[in-house]
């Protein structure tokens, strides 16, 4: 039977894993573990600032436990979003992270690390070509936006992610990605129905969140031709039909349709069933998360105080960078071909801005000139070096 299981270790890197938990998944035989890093819920400063939203040591003591997992396992290790915001500092922060647990656990890993920040003078000629716009009810943007917007990334699918894993990556490292790519990229790579891989991915993104009981643990995945299997690990921890239907609709603004990375998640037939008194199965799902027309991609622009998203038409996902050895002391890069792409790429640093269909948005936010102080205070203890 055709199918790829994985372990979700936490719903973000920082917050906490449960050690005892994500030992005992590996009796699971999973393909890979993987994490979200990143949030929009604290705003725009991280993205802005270059700093990351939980302390350096919570995000070293989670990444520890799962590159730890993985590598006893012998399986791959996908980190997302990384050091909050998913920049070019946050990723290089991480990666400073992951080269001190390699060494410390004795670690060998070849490491991917796909970047997403893009350069603003190439995305301001995407503007001109009305290959960019703000999205409602993101503010207008102008020509100006992309010269004073501090930093911008762009939000990546499951592609980039592919090409790592396809080369042989230990440990994917990637900028901004979306959450639910992380999961959904090995299971599409291996033939599995784009659907029900989008639609677990959607589920597992969060970790145990979309149990009901208990605390801490984590979740597991089984995704297969007709169905996904989803069971979680740890004490009092159980998934029920309605908290997994419930946390399909997290974060969505339809009840049925999602609009990802890489095409649309079409809920309509969807069924959730118990399976036992902690596992739940979801079947009747069409395979809805193909490429959408006029797809486009994501881009968030952090500008003084407020976060944006914007959608652009047809930027072109660049390679990865891949380490050979994490725990060799990442002597070079190495570029890898990106089996999902086979147009020309543009650009010349390593970046990818990955799809995002262009109906997805974000609203504006704000950080009181008060607050703005108080976590600059905070943030210089943990200050990523640029």
């Known amino acids: 039977m055709n199918e790829i299981r994985y372990v ?35 705003g725009p400063f991280a993205l802005g600032s270059g700093t990351a939203a939980f302390p350096r040591e919570a995000v070293k003591r989670d ?19 990384a050091g909050t915001a998913g920049g070019d500092p946050h990723v290089d922060w991480v990666l400073g992270i992951a080269r001190e647990i390699a060494e410390e656990n004795g670690l060998s890993l070849r490491t991917a690390v796909i970047r ?8 301001l000629g995407l503007y001109r070509e009305a ?7 993101a503010p207008a943007i102008d020509e100006t936006v992309f010269a004073r917007s ?27 990605c979306s959450d639910p790519a992380l999961f959904a990229a090995l299971p ?28 801490g643990g984590v979740i597991t995945a089984t995704v297969r031709e007709h169905e996904v299997i989803l069971r ?35 809920l309509t037939q969807s069924k959730y069933t118990a399976i036992d008194a902690a596992s739940v199965r979801i079947t009747l799902h069409p395979a809805a998360a193909g490429p959408v027309a006029g797809r486009g991609q994501g881009l968030y622009l952090r500008i003084g105080g407020a976060s944006t998203f914007a959608a652009s038409r047809g930027l072109d996902p660049q390679r990865p960078c891949l380490w ?62 640029t």
């Not at 997403?116 to 995305?123: A, C, G, M, T, V």
């Not at 419930?246 to 649309?264: D, I, M, Q, R, V």
């Open 8 to 42: 979700a270790a936490t719903g973000a890197l920082g917050v906490g894993v449960d050690a005892e938990a994500l030992n005992q998944s590996l009796d699971f035989r999973p393909h890979f573990i993987a994490s979200d890093a990143g949030t929009t819920d604290a």
């Open 232 to 266: 979680p690990v740890g004490e009092g921890l159980r998934c029920t039909p309605q908290s997994i239907a419930a946390h399909s609709l997290y974060e969505n603004a339809h009840p049925y349709l999602h609009k990802e990375c890489s095409g649309t998640l079409d």
């Open 324 to 385: 050979p050895k994490c725990g060799d002391g990442c002597p070079g890069t190495e570029r890898i071909r990106n089996a999902a792409r086979s147009r020309d790429r543009r650009g010349s640093h390593c970046s990818h801005a990955g799809s995002c269909d262009e109906s997805r948005s974000a609203c504006p936010s704000t950080v009181p000139a008060s607050r703005r102080a108080r976590m600059d205070q905070r943030h210089d203890q943990f200050r990523v070096p």
């Open 150 to 176: 501090t930093r911008i990334v762009g939000m990546m699918g499951v592609e980039p992610l592919q090409a790592a894993l396809d080369a042989g990556a230990d440990f994917v490292l990637a900028g901004r």
């Open 116 to 123: 997403s920040e893009q350069n603003p003078d190439y995305l």
């Open 188 to 215: 599409i790579l291996r033939g599995l129905p784009p659907g029900l891989a989008w639609h677990a991915g959607k589920v597992t993104e969060c970790g145990t969140m979309a149990c009901e009981g208990g605390h």
């Open 63 to 81: 990444l520890a436990r799962v590159l730890v997992a993985s590598s006893k396992a012998k399986i791959p290790a996908l980190i997302g979003s």
């Open 131 to 137: 290959r960019i716009r703000a999205l409602d009810p």
